[in-house]
């Protein structure tokens, strides 16, 4: 990854009395994080809940701006996507840090599972990045690429914003921590969500299904 711990505290923290540029910072990673860029949500999200936590910023608003960047994100790397395809992003993207086994095994699942892929891969570490343009590529239905993408984004988001808000002021030993073991905590954590939600989900993907 470019960006890493000590990079994205100093970029959404240099303005620190200035809510709105802390909010624009938040906005323009999540974008080009959602788009392919290498910036680890997982660093910007929990960092995201610190500064919830210390009052420097509204919770509604900063979980609002960070899923509305990523949706907006996703669906400009879904018409890269569509319109470009897959190959040039494998020619390129080397550069950017992603390994071409994150495209192969993001297409795998999407042939797998189809457009719950849109879903899927909204959880997951360094596919999410990638997985928007795989949709495009694929010509996945519009409306359902951005309907589960959309409910991917905002669980990820919620939880990881959550434990940042929690870690509160152990946030810079913690980030350090989170990039070895998020993973772990992700998939815990969604575990949970997904089960509380299961009925809700189940019922919003029926729906969708049939539309």
Known sequence: MIFGVDSIIALISQYEN????????????MLLESII???????????TGFLIALGKINPLI??????AASVLGSV??????LFLGID?????SRKAGFKDETYYSGIAWVKKYGVYFAF???????VRSVASIICGAFKMDFKKFVAYSTIGIVIWSTVLVYIGFSLSSKWISAGYDI???TPYIILISIIVVLYLLRKPLIDLFKRLRHH
């Open 37 to 47: 860029f290498p910036i680890p949500s997982e660093i910007v999200l929990p960092f």
């Open 18 to 29: 200035i809510a709105l540029y802390e909010y624009l910072t938040i906005f323009v990673m």
């Open 88 to 92: 040039i992003f494998l020619k390129y």
């Open 76 to 81: 400009i790397g879904y018409y890269l996507g």
């Open 62 to 67: 900063g979980v609002t701006d960070a899923v």
């Open 179 to 181: 990039s070895s073991i």
């Open 120 to 126: 899927i891969s909204k959880l997951l570490p360094a």
